[in-house]
């Protein structure tokens, strides 16, 4: 079938953004008839382009508020009706039902109104029904209708039509009606989902649910150069204004998908802290946690960590990023993949230009820790779970053996507790003045996480304490960590031997604190 020409166009949009240049080129070029609704009908007129009301084609009025105006067989009938079966033009002619060719609609502005904290009955309202209908019923028919739903696309679609004498080709028309069903769905999946809450209250986990999620770029690959991938943007993320994923890049090249992978883990491990505080990040592992008094401190103190693995590795902040850490940055000539923090200051960004390879991403802000669902994927599925974070309070936790913390030695306890938390599990970290000095993790037993932790710290293990992210099943890994000189650890504790490890502090004189609560990370 040859491609129609576009001799009617609908047009009835929410974002009027270009939309009188678009109808006077449809009408002024191609001789096109604009028919259109309510506003956008006035905005149209106004501006001294002809248009035909919807109620003189449908020869029924508005009514009900604009509830209903193009719910009619005159409207539909004219965007379903095939073109090249004869059946259907003669039943559109019987009934007076003249063909459209284009519709162009963008839908209410529902999810605005919704975080705009708008009432029940005012969300309500802002139900697009109309708009969807008749951008459905030219994506079904896109053999013959082109829909346009942004206003992106509008000069797009005149150069288009200027190269095919009036026409839109087959190619553009089938792109435009997928891009409609996608929008479409996610515009349902944001009812369905407000719905949900106000009908089934702060419901965690739906029996069913629509997770609404938008690209922001294609990666050059996965994990590995063999894999392709690609980064999306959730769009009901409540917490997205602070969100790494919207994260502004102030210069480097484009972020890979282990950058990505790396950086959350920082960011997440950073935001556990109240004081200023740093973490660097190597292959999802906290290689230099630190909380001090200032940014600077805090960096150079993570650095000495671990200043092997940091370096190529990527950092996070939550405090902003002056000119004096890039300095510190500089002067340990650490190479660093990426920054996130929420903000540069300029001198920072001037600094780094030197370094263009250095990703630089801004927050504007620190969202606190926990608080959202957090999806992981498995063959076939999708796991869903509450976000982690250090909630539980010093209130609930209990110290079983005779030796009981200092007060220093508990406020080291909680910082040890809160970067453990990090670490891949079986978790072991060892800290000193605030700082990490050795983890061990992701290992299949939790005795050679504390070898490893232990190795890690050397001397500075003496006088240090530690965390550990779940209960030891045996005293051997609490040995490890009380023989190399840990004064106290923390822990769940619930263990069936807890006897055994609390036996063991008693005997080599440790504090042992037990929290109650585990902090796995797989």
């Not at 919207?246 to 480097?252: F, K, L, M, N, V």
């Not at 106290?488 to 109650?516: H, M, N, W």
Request: aromatic letters at 8%; charged letters at 25%; one cysteine or more.
């Amino acid at each position: 079938m040859k491609d129609p020409q576009v001799r009617r166009a609908l047009i009835s949009v929410t974002d009027k953004t270009g939309v009188v240049e678009f109808a006077r080129a449809l009408h002024d070029e191609f001789g096109a008839e604009i028919i259109s609704t309510g506003g956008t009908a006035k905005v149209i007129a106004e501006a001294g382009v002809p248009v035909t009301p919807i109620d003189e084609v449908t020869q029924f009025p508005e009514m009900m508020d604009g509830r209903v105006k193009t719910l009619h067989p005159r409207v539909h009938g004219g965007l379903l009706a095939r073109r090249d079966d004869p059946s259907h033009m003669v039943q559109a002619s019987e009934h007076g039902i003249e063909m459209i060719d284009m519709v162009v609609v963008n839908l209410y502005a529902f999810e605005k109104t919704v975080e705009s904290g708008a009432d029940f009955t005012t969300c309500i309202e802002n139900i697009d029904i109309g708009g969807p209908s008749m951008l459905r019923s030219a994506a079904k028919n896109f053999a013959s209708v082109a829909v346009v739903t942004q206003p992106g696309s509008y000069d797009a679609i005149l150069e288009e039509m200027r190269a095919h004498g009036g026409a839109t080709t087959y190619a553009t028309r089938e792109q435009l009606a997928l891009e409609v069903f996608r929008t479409t769905a996610a515009y349902d999946g944001a009812i369905a989902a407000w719905m949900g809450r106000q009908v089934q209250g702060a419901e965690d986990f739906p029996a069913r649910a629509t997770l609404r999620v938008t690209k922001k770029q294609d990666l050059r690959y996965g994990e590995n150069p063999h894999q392709k991938a690609a980064f999306f943007v959730r769009d009901d993320y409540a917490g997205a204004e602070h969100s790494l994923a919207r994260a502004t890049q102030h210069q480097g090249k484009e972020l890979s998908y282990n950058n990505y992978l790396d950086l959350d883990a920082a960011w997440c491990a950073v935001r556990e802290y109240g004081g200023p505080a740093c973490v660097i990040v190597k292959h999802l592992t906290p290689c230099g946690v630190c909380e001090d008094s200032d940014a600077t401190r805090a960096y150079k103190r993570a650095h000495e960590c671990d200043p092997v693995s940091a370096y190529g590795g990527v950092m996070a902040f939550n405090r902003p990023v002056t000119g004096e850490v890039v300095e510190a940055i500089f002067e340990n000539k650490q190479f660093v993949e990426a920054i996130v923090a929420p903000e540069f200051s300029g001198d920072a960004l001037a600094m780094y230009e030197a370094k263009p390879n250095a990703r630089l991403l801004s927050t504007g802000g620190v969202n606190p820790a926990g608080g959202e669902v957090e999806y992981r994927s498995v063959e076939g599925g999708l796991l869903a779970q509450d976000s982690d974070a250090v909630a539980e309070a010093m209130g609930g936790f209990t110290v079983p053996t005779k030796r009981k913390p200092t007060d220093a030695e508990m406020e080291e306890l909680m910082f040890a507790w809160k970067a453990c938390k990090s670490v891949k599990s079986n978790a072991i970290l060892i800290a000193k003045d605030h700082a990490s000095v050795g983890a061990g993790g992701g290992q299949p037993n939790r005795v050679n996480s504390a070898r490893i932790a232990v190795e890690q710290a050397g001397e500075k293990a003496q006088g240090a304490v530690a965390a550990s992210d779940a209960f030891f099943p045996f005293r051997d890994g609490f040995d490890v960590l009380a023989q190399a000189g840990v004064t106290a650890v923390i822990e769940p504790g619930g263990s069936i031997r807890d006897d055994e490890v609390i036996s063991a502090a008693d005997e080599q004189g440790v504090a042992l604190v037990f929290t109650g609560h585990r902090h796995f990370r797989h």
